[in-house]
């Protein structure tokens, strides 16, 4: 780890500093600590900011990761990915990998829990990179998924129901086509398939226990529930959080509904939910 000299910096009920990941390319990202006192962190969660694939940095979303690392009392590893553009899929895919490996040694040495997410394009980016880790036969105990837009073909209702709700059908149509261009599906060095969704996957058994979170009022509520569907049937744990009078980008809401959830969830994690009689926990 390569990172600033000066000592972390208070946020809001946790601590932060800079580091660079190595890598080829290194990767930037932003750690945070739950302030000492509110006892020692349990996990890390590597995390994806939103922004369509193609804006948004871990400066920008400060506030939510802080947030999500006061609340939950794990340390947050906030990841400034390649954006398209300029870097189509798999680039920020692969830096979300890099930071999720980089992370995971950490978490081995600490036997602490570790789960990779993200907001909207960041949580598609997460889901991803769970279908990667479980390809490669790694350990991931968790993803955590605030309304991640996964259906590039925009069947679900959502997306008909209110033409001016967002975000619209048109943008995302330009977000998809920015970030994978006519490459849904590309191959890392070691031959693992890297998607740019999940739908793309042929099977979803063994992923990790998957934390979803999406509002009544967001268009791609429906690419979220689908894929709830998609993990249940697959023995995939499940805890979805679906609250009415949500829309899209709740987690930048300082009042926001989905992020103190998400946060409680995290906090709660069972190690392994997996037992002979109970592969799902819909709620």
Known sequence: MSATARPP???????WSDAV??????VSARVFRPLPGRGAPTGFLVWAHGGSWQYGSVAQWHDVTARIAALSGWTVVSVDYRLAPRHRHPAPLEDLLTALEWTRLRSDASGSLLAVGGDSSGATLAACAALAVRDRGGRLDA???AYPPLDPGFRAPGHRCDSRAFPTAAALRRAWSAHRGTAPTALAADGTVLHSTPLDAAD????AQAVLATGGLDPV???TLRYARILRDSRVPVHLHHPPGTGHADLLRPAGQLLPLLARTVRELPPDPRTPDDGNDIR
């Open 204 to 207: 979803h058994h063994g992923l």
């Open 221 to 223: 509520s429906g690419d």
């Open 21 to 26: 990941i190595p890598g080829d390319p290194a």
């Open 9 to 15: 910096v208070p946020a809001a009920g946790a601590t």
């Open 143 to 145: 993803q955590v998924l």
